[in-house]
């Protein structure tokens, strides 16, 4: 089972930009499906974004529509999530997931990583 391992967090002021990464240790994507999930303090986790790495088909949550990219580096064992134009309400934590399903729902991922830190500032 692959383990995503996610990076690329930090502090930023509201309109910069910030690329979080996931990488697949120790092994391959493969053909799984990787998706971006958040959390914000006192909310439940919600869907950012989700890719196929085979196909490099994507969606998105609305609140990312315009602002984010997610893409995958096949060679690197990787998958992005740039987000743009950031809001003091990204703040969360946000974590990678691998599954078989192109999916939205969270019970649909079985492999998680451990999170990396948003936090955007006003």
């Known amino acids: 089972q692959v383990q995503p391992v996610e990076s690329g967090g930090g502090s930023v002021q509201a309109g910069g ?3 979080l990464l996931c990488a697949a240790s120790g092994h391959t ?3 799984s499906i990787v998706a971006w999930f958040r959390q914000s303090p006192g909310k ?3 869907f950012a974004a989700v890719i196929s790495v085979t196909s490099g088909s994507s969606t998105y949550a609305d609140y990312l529509h315009g602002r984010g990219t997610i893409s995958r580096d096949n060679a690197k064992s ?9 809001k003091p309400e990204d703040t969360a934590v ?10 939205r729902d969270i019970r649909d991922f079985d492999s998680w990583g451990q999170g990396t830190q948003v936090t955007v500032s006003s």
Do not use: W
Request: charged fraction near 25%; aromatic fraction near 18%; include cysteine.
């Open 17 to 19: 930009s910030l690329t």
């Open 29 to 31: 994507f493969g053909d």
């Open 44 to 46: 439940e986790r919600e």
């Open 78 to 86: 990787t998958v992005y999530l740039q987000i743009d134009r950031l």
């Open 94 to 103: 946000y974590y990678c997931a691998t599954g078989r399903v192109f999916s």
